[in-house]
């Protein structure tokens, strides 16, 4: 299966998704995109984020304050490099993409389950592939 992977993915997307890897903060191609649509999975095309979900967390990745659906992603306990993190990945094909904190912004809190609640899903561009609204319609 590796090898499948190896020919279906990137080099980069190999390395975040297989390897659970990151990108460079502010160098993937949807941190500063304000462009409508689906984020699907890169990998298995699974929808994953709505882009009406979608803020500028200031990190330099993409950030969504929740999953266009809940049985699309799986969360898992991440103790990598010293730290204690929730991982994000897809559920359908297993690829890591990203973290979930809980660290949602005051303002956005609101939307995203009141005033105590909020989770920012950080999320890495090579991860995602962006299906575009249709503004024609």
């Known amino acids: 299966m590796k090898d499948e992977w190896k020919e279906k993915l990137t080099p980069e997307q190999y390395y975040v ?36 979900t979608k803020f500028d967390s200031g990190t330099g990745w993409p950030s969504f304050t929740e999953p266009a659906n809940l049985k699309n992603i799986e969360l898992k306990e991440d103790l990598s490099g010293g730290m204690r993190r929730t991982e994000v990945q897809c559920k359908r094909c297993g690829s890591h993409l990203g973290h979930v904190f ?36």
């Open 17 to 52: 998704m297989r390897e659970k890897g990151t990108e460079q903060p502010f160098s993937g191609k949807y941190w500063n995109s304000h462009e409508k649509g689906m984020y699907k999975c890169a990998s298995c095309g699974v929808e994953l984020f709505s882009s009406d």
């Open 102 to 137: 809980d660290d949602l912004p005051r303002h956005l809190r609101s939307k995203a389950g009141g005033p105590m609640g909020g989770k920012r899903y950080c999320i890495n561009s090579v991860c995602l592939a962006l299906e575009k609204e249709d503004t024609n319609s």
